[in-house]
């Protein structure tokens, strides 16, 4: 057996025979995988004919998901910091009202 570099620097370790990943679904559009070792993102089609399940996503596709991507993590993380700060003003009240109450 042999291992394979993969594109962040991780090993994977290649079998002896091949084996068969299988997805079963009534929406395959939805579906992506994303080939570690090359890097190559795939969406599935509703073409059923075998080689004709996967096509390439295009760059620019594939672009504006990344995009859209890191501005839902901006905002996400704008959120999370904005609860953060909210609930540590809140933190000594809540702490005092256990201490009255014996929790």
């Known amino acids: 057996m042999a291992d394979r570099k993969l594109v962040d620097g991780t090993w994977a370790k ?14 395959p559009t939805k579906w ?20 004709q399940y996967w096509e390439p996503v295009d760059n620019e596709r594939l672009k504006n998901i990344e995009s859209e991507l890191k501005e839902l993590n901006k905002q996400l993380s704008k959120h999370i910091r904005f609860i953060d700060d909210t609930y540590e003003g809140l933190k000594n009240p809540i702490n005092a009202a256990r201490r009255w109450l014996g929790r």
């Open 32 to 51: 992506k995988i994303v080939d570690m070792e090359s890097g190559k993102a795939y969406i599935g089609t509703d073409k059923n004919k075998t080689f």
């Open 14 to 27: 290649e079998l002896d025979q091949p084996v068969d990943l299988v997805i079963k679904t009534k929406c």
